[in-house]
């Protein structure tokens, strides 16, 4: 069944010419609407493995993860309704530069950048200091 009228005797369908083009659907989709960038399961893993640390010593209490066409955000909050404290970000177009791993804080300033996702999270790692009584 068609949504065409039917034919009479000795008419016959013409092809329309516009409809014969051949397209990459993979292409196409491409082209349409590119994917969004993610973070893989390690990464979400190593990114986690901190949030869970800095919530036990009450430093942090939230976080949101965005998926952009450009890059993929995990940002963290000290109460939901502030702007985020860090936002750990994965931009592929850097990773041939500067690495496609960074961690932001709130004024925008990069505070490390890397290849190496756990290198870059080592930014959070708390540095022991000498206190003298």
Known sequence: ??????????????????????ID????RQNLDPL???FH?????????????????????????DHTKEKAIFS???????MPL?????NPKLAAKQGAFSVVNTG????KRGHD???VLKVFDKVLKLVET
């Open 1 to 22: 069944m068609t949504d065409q009228p039917d034919l009479s005797r000795g008419e016959n369908r013409s092809i329309d010419s516009s409809s014969s083009d051949v």
């Open 36 to 38: 969004p960038v993610t």
């Open 41 to 65: 399961r390690r990464e979400l893993d190593a990114i986690l493995w901190i949030y869970g640390r800095m919530v036990g010593e009450g430093e942090w209490r939230d976080y949101a993860i």
């Open 76 to 82: 963290v909050f000290k109460r939901s309704g502030e």
């Open 25 to 28: 659907l993979r292409e196409y």
């Open 117 to 119: 996702l756990s290198q």
């Open 108 to 111: 925008g300033m990069v505070l």
């Open 86 to 90: 860090y936002r750990i970000e994965k």
